[in-house]
């Protein structure tokens, strides 16, 4: 005689299994996470869950895998057998038959506070609290370069910018200002000296990185436009093809209106963050990504290392774009991003050495070479007396276990500006952040600018205070994490 299936009850354990599995899954993947990522912020978690994130680097969806799936799923199938066992070997004992009876129930009791536990680790009450405060500061601030005179010498200069994955100045020894026993930036540190560097110490140091602009697409949009990558959370806006901060207006918004030839140049998918969206509709930027090189036969299908192809490579593509870009009349702008340095431990090249017992330090100092082999290269070129370049991280190192040791407040991005047209003797105890770059890069190529501030950010060749220097970092920080109806109506123009 055929035993009837009891549909309900496979219901309900397959449903109980599920919520433990969430349960489970919700603790480790925090756990992974800050483990993984140093000091996240939790609107970064919300932006990455509105962006496409293909092209993520397959060392770290591999950690997600096997430190957070893969262990909340043998932890749930463990606990299920021995809930299975117990109850069968006990079924007379009134615990283990209101386990049985009422497993749904106490599956979603788990599963609510396992998941109340998980948000508040990663600050997400912070956050709710944050965007549920209306905030007037970017409004009374922002300075929109539409309505700022901007005046261009007769002779309009080329731009190399280059954003360094992760790179701070935190990397140079503490004789110079920086945490580390030995200076892992001996080429940059040098150039340091040779250009401008702009430092919140009586030494070599750097540029604090402001609220909101802490991870690669929001330092670029710091960077280029003056301002936060703020993050809505009842918004889409990121997502698809619609317009990226349509009221922004950036430093490729502005080269483009002179008539620049522009391109950004990057060894990974350009996709990722929606970092092609910001490029493309700011400047009309020329995207040469990792699809780029694999399309016009520069690499061979199939070709992948860790987020698309290595900084060797980003460097020589860049020599083959700036030989084109110099051969035309129009003077030009090259943007970079390197990834090498990127969390965790980086990725080490063949051709780099091995001086330290850590392996970031090494990937560290080979990017300080690759960068300087490049930046020499530039030199020998005909175009450079007309060049002006930028070298920036973008911001602070993500590699928790290699800065345990080190405050967050004492750590900056390293920056430094080549062949600059214009001089400054206040670039020491400056509280700067990565906005003041906006400004200062144009600065940088002759151009005058009324007022001395673009978006957020001011000129540091000019004599005027920051927004940091004016109201302080840490009250700066606390605006910029609020609500602001300004960003959101004028800049983010989110669609009612």
Known sequence: ??????????????????????SILMIRSTDWAIDTF???????????????????????????????????????IVIAWLVSYFCKKYEDKKIFELIRCRKIVSAIIVFVVFGCFSLLRVNALDYVIDITTQSSFIEENYVDGRDVNLNFPENKRNLIYI????MESTYLSNDMGGFMEDNLLPNLS????????????????GLYVPQNASWTIAAMVAQTTGLPLSVPIDSNQYYGEKPFLPGAYSIGDILESEGYNQELLIGSKAEFGARNLLFMQHGD????????????????????????????????????????????PEPFNLTMLTVNTHFQDGYLEESCEVDYDDPYYNVIACSDSQVYEFVEWVKQQEFYENTTIVIVGDHLSMNRKTFDDIEKSDRTVFNVILNSVVETNRTQMRTATTFDMFPTTLASLGIEIEGERLGLGVNLFSE????????????????????????????LSIEE
């Open 464 to 491: 005027k205070r920051t927004l940091a220097e004016k109201y302080g970092l840490k009250m700066m920080n606390e605006e910029l994490s609020y609500f602001s109806k300004f960003y959101n109506d004028n800049l």
């Open 38 to 76: 140093n000091a996240i912020e939790f609107s970064e978690i919300v932006y990455h869950l509105k962006v496409p994130i293909e092209g993520t680097s397959s060392s770290i969806l591999e950690s997600f895998f096997l430190n957070s799936f893969l262990f909340s799923a043998v932890v749930t």
């Open 190 to 205: 040098q150039y340091a000296k040779e250009g401008v560097n702009f430092s919140n110490t009586n030494e070599m140091g």
């Open 163 to 166: 954003f360094l994955e992760s």
């Open 1 to 22: 005689m055929f035993r009837t299936i009891n549909w309900k009850k496979i219901g309900q354990y397959a449903i109980s299994m599920t919520l433990l599995f969430l």
């Open 285 to 328: 930027y020329n995207i040469d990504d990792y699809h780029a090189a694999i399309d016009d036969g520069r690499l061979p299908k199939g070709y992948f290392e860790w987020w698309g192809y290595e900084d060797s490579k980003l460097f020589d593509y860049a020599k083959e774009t700036l030989v084109e870009l110099s051969s035309k």
